[in-house]
């Protein structure tokens, strides 16, 4: 899941900026001191000035922004900047709810804006406004100046930060233009519009064809069922999700999806895409020159870091994204990044890694904001965290929901026959790694980040033996103590 990296020690303080001082680093003093001495000199700044900046509208910005306000440190300071049309939102809405049929009460904005996605309150627009946080809303920053530590949009607006926060995400990766990549009828999924314009062809598709077996592809075919359409899944794997699922696990889930109509194709690679007179795409030929009939395409292959304008910040070329310590500064004072971009020591693990998840995005934008703003110099410290929710919508004859925390690593026991529970879990050098769970209760849920986070001893051949979950969880939970 992440590449195995030496410690960082990049060894800076936290860089203020204001015109009469230049740049200060973190005082020795109180908190209360520190941003008493730098509201002073807010006053003067000029109107390209701002104290704060956060790129990205995601949902890290939307995070990061809560927790500037719950510091008093938001009205008049911060400024976010994104590329997109809305506040941040819950962007995993966008692979789920979004895509429901109008019939089945799908999602939509201002429902999901960040943070209700853990039980938050609603950030709209006028959230924002009522905050005094500042929103450029589709002028994304095309260049830095790190030295004059000056931002520059896309429409000519020159930004002069104080701190910096990169919290830019992802795009998605996309298929080449020459094999049809940008093809009318072509979908990929990272925002709102994007969603928007699959969901304007799902209306119209008869065949609809998704090129990927992990999230993205999950998600989006369980939503083409919903709607009732022919849906086939294309992956190069051997089974669903392979970096994460066991085979075996693989093939109960590829078996509930074929039981709701998909036709799944695995270990297939794509040649090209096929077109009409019109342009307009018609099928997906494989590599042995086999062809799909499709209509809708959705290209859910992964994503890259969007590093953006930022390289100069500093790269990790292991696992990409933007390198950054515990507190998530960068090499550069003065400069952050959180969410998805960013490449953080994952100290339970002793490695570096980049999570593209929500959980991380939520978790890590609040603690760089709190060390920030604060006296807080504990590293950030994550557990890895995974799930996914599929045939959630009305009339779906079975929803589903799985979670997972820890480390994919070691010999796995699986349990359960998946009507409806099964857990897998990973154990190596006698000890619990991971923990996966299908269709758990609130009570069992909650207890695998303590599972994951303790790793206690496990007794493997007595965990084979369960007869059931229930006491597959109760002899591994009976291993805390």
């Known amino acids: 899941m992440a590449a195995v990296s030496n410690s960082l020690s990049l060894k800076h303080g936290l860089s203020l900026w204001c015109p009469q001082t230049g740049s200060l680093s973190r005082l020795n003093s109180s908190s209360s001191i520190k941003f008493r001495n730098f509201s002073r000199c807010y006053a003067a700044f000029a109107n390209e000035n701002r104290e704060y900046v956060i790129v990205g509208g995601g949902n890290a910005a939307g995070y990061a922004a809560r927790t500037f306000v719950e510091h008093g440190m938001a009205d008049g300071r911060l400024c976010i900047v994104t590329k997109e049309a809305y506040a941040p939102y819950e962007r995993p ?183 009409d007179a019109n342009g307009h795409v018609t099928a997906v030929k494989l590599g042995d020159g086999s062809t799909i009939a499709a209509d809708t395409v959705i290209v859910g292959v992964g994503a890259k870091p969007a590093v953006g304008p930022f390289e100069r910040v500093g790269l990790n070329k292991d696992v990409g994204g933007i390198q950054v310590d515990g507190l998530f500064r960068t090499s550069t004072p003065g400069i952050f990044a959180i969410g998805d971009v960013a490449a953080f020591p994952l100290k339970i693990y002793d490695r570096i890694a980049r999570v593209e998840h929500v959980d991380h995005a939520r978790r890590s934008a609040h603690h760089c904001v709190k060390a920030l703003l604060s006296a807080q110099t504990h590293t950030y410290d994550y557990l890895p965290f995974f799930y996914s929710r599929v045939f959630e919508y009305e009339g779906s004859p079975r929803k589903v929901w799985w979670q997972f925390f820890g480390d994919n690593v070691g010999e796995t026991v699986e349990i359960g026959n998946f009507d409806p529970k099964i857990a897998t879990f990973w154990i190596e050098s006698g000890k619990l790694k991971g923990v996966l769970l299908e269709s758990g209760s609130p009570e069992e849920f909650q207890l695998l980040p303590k599972l994951a986070r303790s790793q206690p001893a496990v007794d493997k051949a007595k965990l084979e033996k369960a007869s059931s979950v229930e006491e597959a969880l109760a002899i591994v939970g009976a291993s805390l103590g």
């Open 93 to 275: 809405a966008l692979t789920k709810g979004y895509l429901f049929p109008p019939d089945k009460n799908p999602a939509r904005l201002p429902g999901f804006h960040t943070c209700v996605g853990s039980g938050g309150e609603r950030q709209t627009p006028e959230w924002y406004k009522e905050k005094g946080i500042e929103m450029l809303y589709q002028d994304p920053v095309k260049s830095i100046d790190i030295e004059q530590q000056t931002l520059t949009t896309d429409s000519g607006k020159l930004l002069k930060y104080g701190s910096l926060i990169i919290a830019t995400g992802c795009t998605a990766s996309r298929f080449p233009e020459k094999i049809g990549g940008n093809l009318p009828g072509v979908h990929y999924i990272r925002d709102v519009a994007d969603a928007d314009s699959l969901v304007s062809s799902l209306g119209k598709a008869r065949k609809v064809v998704v090129v990927g077996g992990g999230y993205i592809g999950m998600e989006v075919a369980a939503a083409a069922v919903g709607w009732q359409l022919d849906t086939t899944i294309i992956y190069p794997e051997d089974h669903l999700l392979q970096r994460l699922f066991t085979p075996s696990l693989g093939r109960r889930y590829e078996e509930l999806y074929q039981k709701n109509g998909v036709k799944i194709l695995k270990g297939a690679s794509i040649k090209n895409l096929e077109a």
